[in-house]
């Protein structure tokens, strides 16, 4: 069983669409997060829900809007896509906030184009 | 400054090598230190954990934190080709959210 899995794992799609990423884990964790990884392998963090209610939001444009319908998921939408956004999208969660020890999904490639 | 330098290499080296793995940081405050590995099209795995100074092991990974310098290492020993990853360093305070460096790709030829 997979322990956070984030769907889908690859997207393709046009400059001014509008995506949705999904993910879920089956952890029991309490926190979960959305980092961003560019193409030099830097990763940084977007968000993190505690409990389903937002923690961390670091300066990420408005167009990211994430959702926690319930503390196992953590959706992450994206709006009006730029080229910029290109990156690989990670989902994590963990026990307690600001956890050092973080247990990510397999990413979401994402191509605009 | 930033808050974590991590040379990105690429490294190469053969098999049963020791492969060492660096990072800087800046913050002083800074308690908890990790290594994370991250095989390709895969997401990083906690890989050693350490708090505050000292060494830890586990088999053939070795990490350091030298505070006064505030300096930490990943030693591999005996690397192997299944160790080829990209090595993730990341550092947090108490309350504060984890800073990643850039991370060091790794190859082990064998």
């Known amino acids: 069983d997979t322990a956070v899995s984030q769907t889908p794992k690859y997207l393709v799609t046009q400059m001014g669409n509008d995506k949705s990423i999904k993910c879920e884990q089956n952890?029991?964790?309490?926190?979960m997060y959305w980092y961003k990884q560019d193409s030099k392998k830097f990763l940084k963090i977007m968000f993190s829900y505690n409990n389903k209610e937002l923690i961390i939001n670091e300066t990420v444009p408005n167009r990211f809007s994430p959702k926690s319908p319930d503390k196992a998921h953590l959706n992450l939408h994206i709006n009006s896509l730029e080229l910029g956004d290109s990156a690989v999208y990670f989902c994590?969660?963990?026990?307690?906030?600001?956890?050092?020890?973080?247990?990510f999904g397999s990413g979401t490639q994402l191509s605009v184009l | 400054q930033k808050e974590v330098e991590q040379d990105p290499g690429p490294l190469s080296v053969p098999e049963g090598a020791i492969v060492s793995l660096n990072c800087t940081y800046s913050?002083?405050?800074?308690?908890?230190f990790m290594w994370y590995r991250q095989y390709s099209r895969k997401g990083p795995e906690l890989l050693m954990y350490t708090y505050s100074s000292g060494n830890k092991e586990d088999g053939r990974f070795t990490a350091q934190v030298d505070k006064s310098s505030k300096y930490i290492s990943l030693f591999i020993r005996d690397s192997q080709p299944s160790d080829s990853a990209t090595y993730l360093c990341a550092i947090k305070g108490g309350s504060e959210k984890l800073v990643f460096g850039k991370g060091t790709k790794l190859t082990v030829n064998p």
């Open positions: 994590a969660s963990s026990y307690g906030t600001y956890s050092e020890k973080l247990f």
């Open positions: 952890l029991g964790h309490d926190t």
């Open positions: 913050n002083s405050a800074f308690q908890y």
